[in-house]
Nanobody
């Protein structure tokens, strides 16, 4: 099983990024998918969650209204659209797949700085 995140980078405050997480080796459509992030010196925190068929989403209060999680089960991919980025969004962002097993990606760095 592999989860591979991409789309991170350096962006100015107020900018946007779209993260992708491509999954392989698992029956993607049965997995609930989550994005977590971990800033330097802090604990990993849940950012967004989407149900297996996308009918349910949940967001951390800190990103509500700015981030959107979505998935394409035909492409085995989950996305995180991040708008109006703030310096406090700087972190490594991780993809998580959760069903009968739990899998993690290796993360992608997002840095928000002027």
């Amino acid at each position: 099983v592999q989860l591979v995140e991409s789309g991170g980078g350096l962006v100015q405050p107020g900018g946007s990024l779209r993260l992708s997480c491509a999954a392989s080796g698992l029956t993607f459509r049965i997995y609930e998918m989550r994005w977590y992030r971990q800033a330097a010196g802090k604990e990993r925190e849940l950012v967004a969650h989407i149900s297996s068929f996308g009918g349910y989403t949940h967001y951390a209060d800190s990103v509500k209204g700015r981030f959107t999680i979505s998935r394409d089960n035909a492409k085995n991919t989950v996305y995180l659209q991040m708008n109006n980025l703030k310096p406090e969004d700087t972190a490594v962002y991780y993809c998580n797949a959760n069903a009968n097993n739990i899998y993690w990606g290796k993360g992608t760095q997002v840095t928000v700085s002027s």
